[in-house]
Every structure is written in C-alpha cells, then in structure tokens.
C-alpha cells in the first residue's frame, strides 16, 4: 500500500501489547506443536470468520457480536486435529493461575476466555496418536514474549504442509499511513498449494513491501525442471487431498467493535485467496481470528476499509514468509512423511 512499510520485527507483535509463544514438538515420532497469542492485559476485542469445509475450533461461537462476552485473553493455534484442543486446556489453566480472565464475582474469580483452532497434521511423524497436549498449551504460554515471532517450522506449523512443500508459520506487519498498525500470523497447512507452478514462485511474492521480498527472484529452469520431475515420479495416489487447514491471527492497535473484527476476518480470507491455490476446500479448515486493542481511535470508514485490506495482504505476505522460512523434514525411516521445504527445491531462487 503507497506510503506503508512493514514493523519493526514485520511480524504480529508490532502490534503493541502482543505476545506470542511456540511449544515445537518435533522430536523423534512427533512432528506437532503448539502457537499461543496472548493479548493485552485487560484482553482485546475479537472477531472470528470460518471459511473451510472442515474446521475444528473452540469457543468460537462467543465471538458472535450478539453475544455478551467482548474481551478475549489469547488465541490458541495448534496441531494435532480435533485431539489438539486439549492443549487450549493448558492455556486456560495459566491463565487462571494469573487471575487473567473474564470476571465473575470476588478477586481471583474468572473465566479465561481462549477462542482456537487447530489444523490436521496426525500422522506425519510416523505416530498416529502424537498430538499437543494440555503441557504444551502451557509450554507454548511460558515461552510468550514480544520478541520477533519466530517462523518456519515451529509451533502449530510444526508438522505442517503446503501443497507439495513443508508449510509452517508464517507472520508479517504494516504501519500505515495514519500510524495504525496491522499484522498477521499465519499456520499454513493447505491442501492447496503456495507456488506457482509455471515460475516456481509463491502466488503472493509480489505483495511484498518495499525489498521485503527483494531477495526471492524466479527460479532456475533447472530447479523448475527437477522440481516438476519430483512431482511426477511420485505414486498415483500421492496427489489425493488429505485433511489439511490453514489458521491463524490479524491484529490491529486500532479500536474496533467485534463485528468489526469480524468483517476484518472475512476480509482476510481474501489473503489466503492471494497466495493458495485452490482455498477453502472440503479438506481445509480455515479459519482467521481478527484481535483489536485500542491502542489507537476507531477508524472512519474509509481508514477501516484500507486497515482491512492491509490485513489481508499481511496474511498473504505471512503465508509467502512461512514458505520462505520453512525446512525440509524426513521422517520416512519411522513410517512418516518427507516434506521438501521450498528453499531445498528452488535453490536459485534466492539471493543472499
């Protein structure tokens, strides 16, 4: 966007207030784990938009603006299907350790409130039944901070894959001109793919701000070549869809109302629209969570529809970095999957 540059870190905790933990489980028969983003003391507003024909999510139904609760202390991202919620258990119990929560009568008397959503990845360390747990939700907590988000294969993007490639966390930010700040933090684990496959590059690299991208240049036709060879010797029935799903956080220091939030989520998904391809299948489910601080006043109409459409471009951009920052995994030896990261595959593609 004219005028616009990424953050300090270019990642979700340039929005002041922010912190984000990773729990990485990728020992030796688990390839699992496990994001916690925690909000301000005092929580954030929050919205939640779920697109994908196969979600699977915790209190989001409270989002809902006709509902009461309008403060939310943490958002939980993590691996290990359905089974994964159990980790939101150990976020909630450090939360209420803390006091942090939605109140309900005398000091110390809360309720944390922790939306979340987890995507598929059983199986691909070789061990069906290793999945996050409630100690990881916790691990995930101890370790938030407002450092740099870390990315590639950390957390709930783990045991992630995109496509033909290893997924995993992605995370990008943008000041825009009126001084509000937006970011995103992404888990891709799409059943669609990031890459075009006539270039060989991410669908969404030219979104990039200023030389965010500057390093990333199209691939040689050697690279391309082999890559396509990779894909055609794989077995007839490499390519059938497997339970996938891509989820994660847009964030903003401006003040918005939960409905808001939630039209910012809605919004989003046009982000995934941008950099994977197909999107919201069956097979996927993805789901977006918008939080909103109020560091910064309510924006006119104008300023939210150009906030909005930063969030989106910031989930592409983070989908575009979890790529780039992605590495290969091999656990083939113990029954499990090989993922070549797209760094491995296209070589020449970067510079520097």
């Not at 270019?10 to 916690?36: F, I, K, M, Q, Y």
Request: hydrophobic share 40%.
């Amino acid at each position: 966007m004219t005028g616009s540059a990424p953050g300090p870190t270019n990642s979700l905790v340039d929005v002041a207030g922010l912190r984000v933990g990773h729990c990485t489980r990728d020992e030796p028969g688990w390839l699992t784990g496990v994001t916690v983003v925690l909000a301000p003391e005092g929580g954030a507003v929050a919205g939640v938009d779920v697109r994908g024909g196969g979600p699977g999510t915790r209190e989001t139904d409270l989002l809902d603006p006709r509902n009461l609760v309008d403060r939310v202390n943490a958002i939980v991202l993590g691996g290990g299907s359905a089974l994964g919620l159990a980790a939101v258990d150990g976020v909630v119990d450090a939360l209420l350790d803390e006091g942090i929560g939605w109140p309900m009568g005398e000091p110390g008397q809360v309720v944390p409130i922790v939306p979340s959503a987890i995507l598929f990845d059983l199986g691909r360390s070789g061990t069906w039944g290793h999945r996050p747990r409630a100690e990881d939700g916790r691990a995930a907590y101890a370790q938030a901070s407002s450092s740099a988000v870390a990315q590639g294969c950390v957390g709930a993007g783990t045991g992630a894959k995109v496509g033909g490639f290893k997924g995993g966390i992605g995370s990008a930010s943008v000041v825009l001109e009126s001084g509000t700040t937006v970011a995103a933090l992404i888990a891709v684990n799409a059943v669609g793919s990031a890459v075009d496959p006539s270039t060989g590059l991410p669908y969404a690299v030219g979104l990039g701000l200023g030389d965010e991208l500057a390093h990333v240049r199209r691939p040689s036709a050697e690279d391309l070549a082999e890559s396509r060879a990779r894909a055609e010797a794989l077995p007839a029935n490499a390519g059938r869809p497997g339970l996938a799903t891509t989820i994660g956080v847009i964030a903003t220091d401006a003040t918005l109302t939960k409905a808001q939030c939630g039209k910012a989520a809605g919004i989003g998904h046009d982000g995934f629209a941008r950099a994977l391809k197909p999107v919201h299948t069956l097979f996927d489910g993805d789901t977006l969570f918008t939080l909103a601080t109020g560091d910064r006043p309510a924006p006119d109409p104008v300023e939210q529809t150009l906030l909005m459409e930063a969030g989106a471009d910031c989930v592409a951009r983070a989908i575009v970095h979890a790529v780039l920052a992605a590495t290969s995994v091999d656990r083939s030896t113990d029954g499990g999957v090989t993922l070549r990261s797209w760094s491995d595959a296209f070589p020449s593609a970067l510079s520097g």
